[in-house]
């Protein structure tokens, strides 16, 4: 009676392993890349959504045009000029706007939540994400292929 396997049995089972391997850790890595991409699409579409909505509730004006950042307009609240919204303002009777997101999410290819308003264009990787002031465009700094 026989115990355990031989030498020729365990290389086979360790080359099949192998074979396995080489075949499915490329496609997880693909997946996660995918992963990725979808997400960083999804927060674009979202804080798109949301500059918009502070464009119409402050008169065709976009966030970071007027006194408040781009972070204390989305993230806090605001009068309808775009002035960061304080108790003063609640006591002269004006209604405030905002907030519109509870914080700039970090981008999932480089873990950054910065935003960098304007200058040179996206994909250079030195913030999380771009924000174009003259258009309203909110982009990924990370090179998305």
């Given at each position: 009676?026989?115990r355990?396997?031989?030498i020729?049995?365990?290389c086979?089972?360790?080359?099949?392993?192998?074979?396995?391997s080489?075949?499915?850790?490329p496609?997880?890595?693909?997946a996660?890349?995918d992963?990725?991409?979808s997400?960083t699409?999804s927060i674009?579409?979202?804080?798109?959504?949301?500059?918009d909505?502070?464009?119409?509730?402050?008169?065709?004006?976009?966030p970071?045009q007027?006194?408040s950042?781009f972070?204390q307009?989305?993230c806090?609240k605001?009068?309808?000029?775009?002035?960061?919204?304080t108790?003063?303002?609640?006591?002269m009777g004006?209604?405030?706007?905002?907030?519109?997101?509870t914080?700039i999410?970090?981008?999932p290819?480089?873990?950054d939540?910065?935003?960098?308003?304007?200058?040179?264009?996206?994909?250079?990787?030195?913030?999380?994400?771009?924000f174009?002031?003259t258009?309203g465009?909110f982009?990924?700094?990370?090179?998305i292929?």
């Amino acid at each position: 009676m026989r115990r355990g396997y031989t030498i020729t049995e365990f290389c086979i089972v360790a080359a099949v392993l192998m074979a396995i391997s080489i075949v499915i850790l490329p496609e997880l890595g693909r997946a996660s890349m995918d992963s990725r991409k979808s997400q960083t699409l999804s927060i674009i579409q979202n804080i798109q959504n949301q500059i918009d909505l502070y464009k119409h509730d402050h008169n065709g004006v976009l966030p970071s045009q007027n006194q408040s950042t781009f972070e204390q307009a989305l993230c806090g609240k605001t009068d309808r000029f775009g002035a960061v919204f304080t108790t003063k303002l609640v006591n002269m009777g004006l209604k405030n706007c905002g907030p519109y997101i509870t914080h700039i999410p970090a981008n999932p290819f480089n873990g950054d939540n910065s935003v960098r308003i304007d200058g040179e264009l996206a994909g250079n990787n030195t913030n999380g994400w771009r924000f174009d002031s003259t258009t309203g465009f909110f982009e990924s700094d990370f090179p998305i292929k």
